[in-house]
């Protein structure tokens, strides 16, 4: 039973470090996903709960995965967005399910700033749910 419950554990152990960079997940990290375009966007991802992922999606497209990223360039485009720019959000909660499709990569981690957190308290006190 011993032997068992350790071949368990390092399966375990092996399939968590084969996973993409999802398993680094943090607050303040910025993330990159592939678009169906072939574009990339950034996130970042403001908090972490058990039933899922708190994001705040940028407008910005790059053509590849940014392995450096100037925070202060990133913006969100809303309603009145220029016709090539993607939609932004400044709050998404994400189920842990629907992030794990995502294939997150993840570039860098900055603060979290408390304004950015604006969304996410008006989701709290709506007992809002995820996407």
């Known amino acids: 039973m011993r032997i068992f419950a350790l071949l368990l554990t390092c399966f375990s152990l092996i399939f968590s470090a084969c996973g993409q960079d999802q398993e680094r997940l943090i607050a303040g990290g910025l993330y990159s ?7 990339y966007s950034v996130f970042k ?3 972490l709960d058990s039933q899922g992922v708190h ?7 790059f053509a590849e995965h940014p392995a450096t990223l100037d925070e202060s360039k990133l913006f969100i485009a809303g309603m009145n967005r220029k016709p090539n720019e993607t939609l932004g ?11 794990a499709s995502w294939g997150a990569r993840f570039i860098k981690v900055v603060p979290v700033k408390e304004e950015e957190l604006e969304g996410y308290k008006m989701w709290k006190e709506a007992d809002g749910g995820y996407f």
């Open 89 to 99: 959000m400044g709050h998404a909660p994400i189920s842990r399910k629907s992030f």
């Open 33 to 39: 996903t592939r678009d169906k375009n072939g574009s």
């Open 45 to 47: 991802l403001l908090k």
């Open 55 to 61: 994001l705040r999606l940028y407008s910005n497209q």
